[in-house]
């Protein structure tokens, strides 16, 4: 039942750089896109990032271009996001997720919550001095 499974998140201070990981047991990411996501309390969630089967394509929201990147180890079934530069609007409950059957939708912006249909249980990133 266990589908995907993120980590890495943590406290960092402002400036810092986090890497957070997705692992996806219940997927081949050969086949499949999957994107990461966040979410404050109170606020609505919202895409962050995507990441094509192959890794050829990718998706930024504007609050994190140029200071996220995304990447995926297929062999390794697991999808990275790489956070540089963080500051404290970034923190957030950070999720991957996917749709079925290859999880492309996540490749078009915006990114919509509500046309995925895996989540993980999320990882708490906290940006804080």
């Known amino acids: 039942q266990v589908q995907l499974v993120e980590s890495g998140g943590g406290l960092v201070q402002p400036g810092g750089s986090l890497r957070l990981s997705c692992a996806a047991p219940g997927f081949n990411l050969d086949y499949q896109a999957i994107g990461w996501f966040r979410q404050v309390p109170g606020k609505e969630r919202e895409g962050v990032s995507c990441?094509?089967?192959?890794?050829?394509?990718?998706f930024y929201a504007d609050s994190v271009k140029g200071r996220f990147t995304i990447s995926k180890d297929n062999a390794k079934n697991t999808v990275y996001l790489q956070m540089n530069s963080l500051k404290p609007e970034d923190t957030a409950v950070y999720y991957c997720a996917t749709d079925q059957p290859y999880g492309s939708s996540c490749l078009f912006g915006p990114m919509d919550p509500y046309g995925m249909d895996y989540w993980g249980k999320g990882t708490l990133v906290t940006v804080s001095s």
């Open positions: 990441i094509s089967s192959s890794g050829s394509s990718t």
